[in-house]
């Protein structure tokens, strides 16, 4: 099976072949951890997010999107606005041969006790990392300038 791909200032990547596809990724941060997920479709570790619906607002989806793929309950007063990343070089070429520029808005929140863990179907594994363990596993490139950004960046987090 064909694997999805990820690109980030490559100038390998294939052009899109379809609208831009806009999302929102959410940092979910507890005990100067992070949590990913590793993706089924790439093997890939990845933020927490996914595709915005047209009837939602971009903190409904990254709500929706924390507990499809996660189980935790994230409240709207809960999260963080911390960037937007636009880039026209983030790209995901899919196994279906759909090709997307990918915009993400990316939130943060920190839970003040460790959860429990629901890993959804699109995800081979869930779990939390330190800056340091981050190193050693293979990242989606969409995701990696974003997580460079998260531990260089000090933010005021509210907790949950």
């Known amino acids: 099976m064909k694997e999805t791909r990820f690109y980030y200032k490559d100038n390998s990547a294939p ?30 570790w990845a933020i927490i997010g996914g595709g915005l619906k047209i009837e939602e607002s971009l903190a409904t989806c990254a709500i929706r999107e924390t507990f499809e793929e996660t189980g935790i309950n994230i409240a709207e007063d809960d999260l963080v606005l911390f960037k937007i ?57 969409t995701h990696l300038h974003i997580i460079k950004d998260i531990f260089m960046i000090n933010t005021n987090i509210k907790k949950s």
């Not at 899109?16 to 790439?42: A, F, V």
């Open 85 to 141: 990343y636009d880039d026209p070089s983030r790209i995901a070429s899919y196994p279906d041969g759909n090709v997307l520029r990918v915009i993400t808005v990316v939130y943060v929140t920190e839970l003040d006790h460790l959860p429990e863990l629901v890993c959804s179907s699109e995800s081979r594994e869930i779990k939390f990392f330190s800056k340091d363990e981050i190193k050693n596993i293979d990242l989606a490139e």
């Open 15 to 44: 052009k899109p072949n379809k609208p831009n596809h806009i999302g929102t990724s959410i940092i979910i941060k507890y005990n100067n951890m992070i949590l990913l997920e590793q993706r089924c479709d790439s093997n890939r």
